[in-house]
């Protein structure tokens, strides 16, 4: 394994995929469009432009034309925070900070916005382990596209082959082989089946990765 170590957030630092598919089930609902699991599973690991193409295939509406949406999804989710506090991953805190007392050079490469990932990682105390917190939003691409990977690698100054991402989901997976990188597969139940065959290992506990590193 190489120096460097990139995190995707949801699903592997905070439990937050069935509370995301929650919010966008209610905020859809209110323009008139039941989503189902089966459809939204399709984009977890990606952002939310890669969501709404797969509503405009699945259902046949272009909802991007609800400029409103993202500010509704912020309100619902700010307010199932605020009720529930912030679905965490049991062993993450203590895994990263374990990794950072070893050396190594960490990222969080997410398709969250960037402001979400600086407050989630500050709120639960490890965003000083992180060299880097980078959001999917500041690259052309996301995910499955390898592009979140490759920026914030060159952002830590690391080859890609030095790199190792750990990621719950298809999407972020084929990810992290296209760009080059070993890839962990975290397999999260609460992120659904989601094919992690590419990954060139799966762990079953966050906690895990203390054994490999």
């Known amino acids: 394994m190489g120096k460097y170590i990139l995190f995707d957030m949801d699903g592997v630092l905070v439990n937050t995929e069935p509370m995301h598919f929650e919010i966008w089930k209610k905020v859809f609902k209110e323009k008139g469009i039941d989503i189902d699991y089966e459809h939204y599973k399709g984009c977890i690991g990606s952002t939310r432009s890669f969501l709404y193409n797969l509503i405009k295939e699945g259902y046949g509406v272009d909802v991007s034309v609800y400029t409103d949406l993202p500010e509704r999804f912020s309100q619902v989710k700010d307010e199932m925070l605020k009720e529930k ?3 965490r991953i049991e062993g993450a805190v203590e895994t990263i900070k374990y990794l950072y007392d070893k050396g190594y050079e960490m990222a969080v490469a997410s398709s969250s916005s960037q402001d979400y990932i600086e407050s ?6 490890i965003d000083k382990c992180f060299k880097l917190l980078f959001s999917a939003e500041n690259v052309e691409k996301p995910k499955p596209a390898p592009d979140v990977f490759l920026v914030a690698a060159e952002k830590l100054g690391g080859k890609p082959a030095e790199c190792t991402v750990v990621e719950d989901s298809a ?3 084929r990810a992290a082989k296209t760009a080059g990188m070993t890839c962990i597969g975290f397999r999260n139940p609460d992120s659904g089946n989601q094919d992690l065959s590419v990954a060139d290992k799966i762990i079953y506990k966050i906690t895990e990765l203390k054994d490999i590193f």
């Not at 989630?120 to 105390?125: D, E």
């Open 171 to 173: 999407n972020g997976s």
């Open 120 to 125: 989630q990682m500050k709120t639960l105390g």
């Open 85 to 87: 506090g912030i679905p």
